[in-house]
């Protein structure tokens, strides 16, 4: 499965922390698009997709939430509750992201722009695109 966890540089004293990503460095593409999901409760489940070509990572900025991952080999799942972190996450792979905390924002950075086409949002396609490679 084409995911993997990244660490960020993080500079923190006494006035807060701030922490930097960098494209072709901590992040390995070159950014897009971002965008963010906040306000999603506990009981909200998003994603249900994946995608042919697209990479992303994404980062739980603030709170925490689930993320199940699947190749259709492996099933993963991983909570995003450190900012100083990133969630890498490659094509071909089937996302849900779930258990949001209150106040939990996800930003998400892709490596390219939006594109239906690129999506396969039905399971049983997902699946069978597998079958194809």
């Known amino acids: 499965m084409d995911v993997r966890m990244i660490d960020f540089q993080s500079h923190d004293d006494e006035r807060g922390c701030l922490v930097v990503a960098e494209t072709t460095k901590e992040i ?12 999603a409760d506990s009981k909200t489940t998003r994603g249900f ?13 603030h709170g925490s939430m689930k993320v199940t991952l699947f190749d259709g080999v492996e099933k993963r799942e991983v ?32 490596s390219e722009l939006y594109s239906e086409d690129d ?12 079958d194809e490679r």
């Open 28 to 39: 390995p593409f070159d950014i897009k698009r971002l965008y963010y999901i906040y306000d």
């Open 119 to 130: 999506y396969i949002r039905n399971y049983d396609e997902f699946l069978a695109s597998l």
């Open 79 to 110: 909570i995003l509750d450190n900012p100083k972190q990133g969630l890498y996450i490659g094509h071909d792979v089937w996302r849900t992201i779930s258990d949001f905390s209150p106040g939990a924002v996800l930003l998400v950075a892709a």
């Open 49 to 61: 997709h994946s995608h042919k070509r697209l990479q992303q990572v994404y980062i739980g900025i």
